[in-house]
């Protein structure tokens, strides 16, 4: 990961789909299906019950008045807080549903704040309703237009929708507007993806210096300068005393490869292929994640 990232800073703009590296065998997938069955033995990490518990503690000692005086309530910023940790908790368990009747609970205390509706739109996504999730994630462009991760999560939408003239647009804006330049790094790989998705034949970055470390190899594949295999080593290296990068660990770094990579082989004509590695993907349970959503919602669509 030395000189090869600041390719992407100039040289590799118009990206020809053709020149993604591939491998005669899935390496990634074979990777993801050995994690699998150490998880299977029990190494795994999840939110646990004292989460919860701790959360739901904290909102009973706060006497939170009813929903609809909430708003109206002194305390009413501190009520949604207590909401959203709430929601933020239940989604990283896997409790869609609860996370959906906390966030909206949020929004009762705070009903002009857009972040609680888009992450309400989030986690609605997450659960494949997706009316329900537009319709939130709407109302908080509404209100605030230029939030780039609710341009992110409408993005999302779009993509999924295969609306590709939608998708490039809101993945055009993060990838240029969003001050992480990490953050900012998914958002152009988004872009490239839905531009390949459309059938253009050469996808294009946004002109901007990317950020360190992870996700810059998955771009490099995307463009033909990382195979499988070389992204192989760079998803072990996450779980490396070395690693201070975070939300980077081993399994959370795979979920993203297989997510992106994924795409790219769908993008190439091979749907099989894809529906493998989104499928493995979801087999990891890194369900915090917004890729294990978008990997549910593509395998829908490939049965």
Known sequence: MSARPAILAGLLLLAPLAAVATDATRPLLEFARQREVKHAHGERNITSRKDLLEAEHALEQARVPPEAQCAASLGARRYANLYGTLAATRAAAGDLAGAAAAYRSAHACRPRDPDILAALGGVLFDGRDYAAARAEVNAALDMDPRAVVTNRLAGNIAFIDERWADAVARFRYVASSD?????????????????????????????????????????????????????????????????????????????????????????????????????????????????????????????
Not at 242 to 247: L, V
């Open 179 to 303: 001050p992480d330049r990490v953050q900012a790094a998914y958002g152009q790989l988004m872009l490239w993806l839905a531009q390949a998705r459309a059938g253009v034949p050469h996808p294009e970055f946004v002109t901007r210096s990317p950020g360190d470390g992870w996700p810059q190899p998955l771009l490099l594949y995307l463009v033909g300068e990382y195979t499988e295999q070389e992204l192989v080593a760079r998803v072990i290296e996450g779980d490396n005393d070395s690693n201070t990068q975070p939300n980077t660990s081993t399994d959370e770094r795979l979920c993203e490869a297989l997510f992106y990579v994924g795409e790219a082989y769908w993008a190439r004509g091979d749907r099989d292929t894809a529906r493998d590695y989104f499928a493995a993907l979801v087999n990891l349970r890194v369900l915090y994640f917004l890729e294990h959503g978008l990997a549910l919602a593509e395998i829908a669509k490939l049965r």
